[in-house]
């Protein structure tokens, strides 16, 4: 699959040849949705807590005699049935990640590239490079359409770039080692460096 070259000025930089393997999938949906879900889960606090019976503070003092009262028997007001006692089976901390192979974390990386390349969506530049003025990069940016982008370097993003970019809203820049499903999916724009798409090709092979 053979796709041009663009620099952030807009002018053509030659053409790139993408390998069919990474970029020439039929997009499963079913794929994808699995690895945002294993994504999502993942990035979940999970720090949702509730007192339980033995944790609330109250006296443990039998609260009235075991017999003769007419009422039901009780032997603490921490049971969760009186007012500010414990919450019975509440939420815990705990972990919501859950186990995914690495070879359908692997697989739904690139249907998600497919998937980008198959919509348009999928735009190559030469180099990710700024002199780290962010009003000269957003212009550009304007220009060039992109509203919701997330750019793909090398295996590292140029400082100066990273720093014009950090304040444009819509634009997020990643290193390959960073390049996941869900990052890629929800941006409208996809742009690979030519280096980017190097070490994809090497990351993913």
Sequence with gaps: MKLDVIKLDGAKAGSVDLDEALFGLEPRADLL???V????NKAQAGT??????????????????????????????KAPIFRHGGTYKGPTPRSH????????????????????????????????????KTGALAKQIASLG???????DGASVNEDFARAARNIEGLDILPTMGANVYDI???????????????LEARLK
């Design 146 to 152: 992109w509203k919701r982008a997330l750019i793909i």
């Design 185 to 199: 999916l929800k941006r409208d724009t996809l742009v690979i460096t030519k280096a980017g798409i190097e070490a």
């Design 37 to 40: 879900r294993w994504q999502r």
């Design 33 to 35: 949705h699995r690895v």
């Design 48 to 77: 949702h807590s509730v007192l339980g019976k033995s944790d609330v503070s109250y006296s443990t003092k039998k609260i009235y005699r075991q017999k003769g009262t007419g009422g039901a028997r009780h032997g603490s007001k």
């Design 97 to 132: 990640g859950h186990d995914l192979p690495k070879k359908v974390r692997k697989l739904g990386l690139m249907h998600a590239l497919s998937a980008k390349a198959k919509a348009g969506e999928l735009v190559v530049i030469e180099a990710a490079e700024a002199a780290g």
